[in-house]
C-alpha cells in the first residue's frame, strides 16, 4: 500500500510539471499571433459581463439582507415618489389628453360640454395638486435627503387638499353611466377615445381603466405611509408629523374604499368585455361577476356534451362557445338569460355525474359542471336572490307553456312517443321535439305550428296538446280530466318521487336480457314499474311486489349481481351493475313482498343526484 502511494505521487507530479510546461508553450504560441486578443473579444467580454452580473446580484442580496432602518426608510419613500411620477403622468393623459380633446370637440356642438364635465368631474383640479404642489415637494425632499431625512411634514402639509378626491369618487358610478351611454350614442364621441387608446401613452388600456387610478390612489398613500411608520424609530423627529398624516389620509381613504371594491369589480367586466369581443353590453357598475368557468353542455338529441364557458352575473347568464385566439382567452356569447323567474334544478344523467337543469325564460340547458361548485354557487344565489326560484321535476305549467324555454327530452331518453305512445323506429316514426313543452313526439304529433313568445313570436314546430292550449282550441281542464290506462304513467313523474329508481337487466322466463328503467314509487311503494326508458310516459309492465318470494342465490347461467321474483310460475329475473347497488334493491323489495311499506333512506333519495355514472345508477 505505501509502494502504490509513493507510485501514485510520482505519477501526479510528473503529469503536473509534464501539463504546466504544454500550458506555457500555448500560451507563448497564443501570445506570439495574437489569438489571445482576439478570443478575450470574442468570449472573455461575454464570461467576464456574465460573472459580474452574478457578482452584483450576491452583492445585492448582501445588501437587502442587511439593510439597515434608515435604507429601508428611504427605499419607501423612493417609491413613494416613483409611483407618485407614474401617477402624475396617468392623470395628465386623462386631464391634457382625454378630457381636453373632449372639450374641444364638444365647443364645436357636436355633443354637450356637461357630459364630458360630469364625466371628469374634477380632475383637473387633482391633476394640478399633485404635479404643481405634491410631486415637486417629493422630489427636492429625496434630493435632500441626507441632510433632512423624513417626509412627514409634506404629507402633513399637503394631505388635507386629498379631500377633494371625495367628489370624484362619488361621481365615479355616474361617470361610468354617463361614458357608456355616449360611446354607444354618439360616433364622433367614441372616435376620438378610440383615436387616443391607440396611442403608445395609454399602454393598450382603456379610458375606464385610466379614471380607475384616482380611485386606488388615496389607499395606497394610506399603506405606504403604515409601512414608514412601522420602520420608523419611536424617537424620530418625523414620528408626530408621519402619525397626523396617516389620520388625515385615513380619513380620506373611507370615501373610496367602498368605491375599490366597485372598481375591483368594474375591472373584472372590463376584461370579460374584451373577451366576448366587447360586443355585450356588461359593463355597468350594478353588475356583479358572481362566477365563471368551464362547464360541459349536454345535447337535446343524444348523449354528446359540448364544451362551453359560464358568466354568473347578479342578473343574468351568459352561455358562451370558446372561440380560437391567439392572444388570450376569446367568447362568442350564445344565450343570455335572465335571472328573473330562472329555476335550476337537479338532474340524472347515465353519462355525466352532477348534471342540473337551468331553465330561463329565454332558454333551457342543461349542464354538467366538472365539480360540484358551480352548481352550489348558482343554488346560493338562489337562496339571496328571490327572483331565483328552485325547480321541482313537474312538467312545464301551462300558464308558463310558450313563455319559458322548456327542457328538450334526449332521444336516447325515450323509446315511444309521449303523446301517442306509439314505439319509434328509424324509418316511418322518427323522433321530433315539440318546442313548447320539450317532449319527443313522432311526426304525426308534431304537425302543429304556432307561436311562442321566448322565441320572439316565431312559427315553430308543437304537438298537438301544446297547439290547443297555445290557441285556445279545447278548455285545459278537458285535457286533464282524460284518464289514463294504469300502465301510462310517466317514468319522470316517478323518479323524482321514489324509493328506488334506477337502471337493471331483466329478463322474464328465458327471454333475452334487456336493460330497462325500474322505478319503486314513493306513492305505490309495494309496485315495481319497468319503462325501456326514463322518460317513457309509459310503462312497459308491472310487477306487484306483495306475495312475491325473492330468490338470493346465484345461477350458473345468470349474470353477476343478479336476483330473483318469483310467484307460482312467474319467474322475474334482475341483475345489478354491483354487489352494492344490488343488496339496496333487495333491502327495499324484501320490505314491499311482505306488505310493509319500505321508507325512503336518506342514502337511498339522495343517490340519484349524487352517485356516479353508470348503467345501473340508482
Not at 130 to 159: C, N, V, Y
Not at 371 to 378: D, L, M, N, S
Amino acid at each position: 500500500t505505501v509502494c502504490s502511494n509513493a507510485f501514485i505521487y510520482t505519477v501526479c507530479n510528473f503529469c503536473r510539471y509534464f501539463m504546466h510546461n504544454i500550458v506555457v508553450v500555448f500560451f507563448n504560441v497564443c501570445v506570439k499571433y495574437d489569438i489571445i486578443n482576439h478570443y478575450r473579444s470574442l468570449n472573455i467580454n461575454i464570461f467576464m459581463k456574465r460573472q459580474a452580473k452574478e457578482t452584483d446580484k450576491d452583492i445585492k442580496n448582501v445588501f437587502f439582507k442587511y439593510e439597515t432602518n434608515e435604507q429601508k426608510l428611504y427605499k419607501i419613500a423612493n417609491e413613494l415618489l416613483q409611483t407618485e411620477k407614474a401617477y402624475v403622468a396617468r392623470l395628465n393623459l386623462l386631464d391634457k389628453v382625454f378630457y381636453a380633446k373632449l372639450i374641444e370637440e364638444a365647443r364645436k356642438d357636436t355633443f354637450p360640454m356637461d357630459v364630458v364635465k360630469n364625466i371628469f368631474s374634477n380632475i383637473s383640479s387633482i391633476h394640478t395638486f399633485h404635479s404643481q404642489f405634491l410631486l415637486p415637494d417629493l422630489e427636492k425632499r429625496m434630493g435632500e435627503w441626507t441632510a433632512t431625512p423624513r417626509i412627514g411634514d409634506i404629507l402633513q402639509k399637503l394631505t388635507p387638499f386629498l379631500k377633494m378626491y371625495a367628489e370624484y369618487v362619488k361621481n365615479f358610478d355616474h361617470a361610468m353611466d354617463l361614458l357608456k351611454q355616449w360611446t354607444d350614442r354618439s360616433p364622433p364621441f367614441k372616435a376620438i377615445i378610440l383615436e387616443i387608446q391607440r396611442q403608445e401613452a395609454c399602454g393598450s388600456l382603456s379610458l375606464q381603466h385610466h379614471m380607475l387610478e384616482p380611485v386606488q390612489r388615496v389607499p395606497r398613500y394610506e399603506m405606504l405611509l403604515k409601512d414608514y411608520l412601522k420602520k420608523l424609530p419611536q424617537d424620530h423627529i418625523d414620528q408626530r408629523d408621519a402619525e397626523k398624516s396617516l389620520e388625515i389620509i385615513a380619513m380620506a381613504a373611507t370615501h373610496s374604499n367602498t368605491a375599490i371594491r366597485k372598481t375591483e369589480n368594474l375591472k373584472k367586466l372590463l376584461e370579460i368585455y374584451e373577451m366576448l369581443g366587447e360586443e355585450e353590453d356588461i359593463v355597468n357598475p350594478s353588475n356583479e361577476l358572481i362566477k365563471e368557468g368551464h362547464i360541459l353542455k349536454l345535447a337535446a338529441r343524444n348523449t354528446s356534451a359540448m364544451d362551453r364557458y359560464l358568466f354568473l352575473f347578479n342578473n343574468m347568464l351568459l352561455y358562451c362557445v370558446p372561440k380560437f385566439s391567439l392572444v388570450g382567452q376569446k367568447f362568442t356569447v350564445r344565450t343570455r338569460i335572465g335571472i328573473e323567474g330562472m329555476k335550476v334544478m337537479e338532474t340524472y344523467n347515465e353519462d355525466y355525474p352532477h348534471t342540473f337543469q337551468v331553465s330561463g325564460k329565454e332558454r333551457t340547458l342543461e349542464l354538467q359542471a366538472r365539480y360540484r361548485a358551480f352548481q352550489e354557487t348558482i343554488h346560493i344565489s338562489l337562496q339571496k336572490n328571490e327572483t331565483f326560484k328552485s325547480a321541482s321535476k313537474d312538467e312545464l305549467k301551462i300558464s308558463e307553456l310558450g313563455k319559458r324555454a322548456p327542457r328538450w327530452i334526449r332521444d336516447n331518453e325515450v323509446t315511444m312517443c309521449m303523446k301517442c305512445k306509439e314505439p319509434f323506429n328509424a324509418i316511418t316514426r322518427r323522433r321530433h321535439h315539440c318546442r313548447a313543452c320539450g317532449y319527443v313526439v313522432c311526426w304525426k304529433c308534431s304537425e302543429y305550428k304556432a307561436t311562442l313568445e321566448y322565441d320572439g313570436n316565431k312559427m315553430s314546430k308543437v304537438c298537438k296538446d301544446c297547439f290547443c292550449i297555445l290557441t285556445g282550441h279545447i278548455d285545459s281542464e278537458e285535457r286533464e280530466g282524460k284518464k289514463k290506462g294504469i300502465l301510462e304513467i310517466e317514468a319522470g313523474q316517478f323518479s323524482g318521487n321514489s324509493i328506488m329508481c334506477g337502471f337493471l337487466q331483466y329478463c322474464e322466463k328465458n327471454k333475452p336480457w334487456q336493460k330497462v328503467w325500474c322505478v319503486i314509487p314513493q306513492k305505490e311503494a309495494l309496485v315495481l314499474y319497468l319503462y325501456r326508458a326514463p322518460q317513457d310516459v309509459k310503462a312497459q309492465s308491472t310487477i306487484p311486489l306483495l306475495g312475491y318470494q325473492v330468490e338470493d342465490s346465484a345461477r350458473p347461467t345468470d349474470p353477476p349481481a343478479s336476483f330473483r321474483l318469483s310467484q307460482s310460475k312467474s319467474v322475474h329475473s334482475f341483475a345489478a351493475e354491483s354487489e352494492d347497488l344490488k343488496q339496496r334493491w333487495l333491502k327495499v323489495i324484501r320490505m314491499a313482498v311482505t306488505g310493509e311499506v319500505p321508507k325512503s333512506p336518506e342514502e337511498n333519495h339522495s343517490t340519484e343526484i349524487t352517485q356516479e355514472p353508470s348503467s345501473n345508477g340508482v
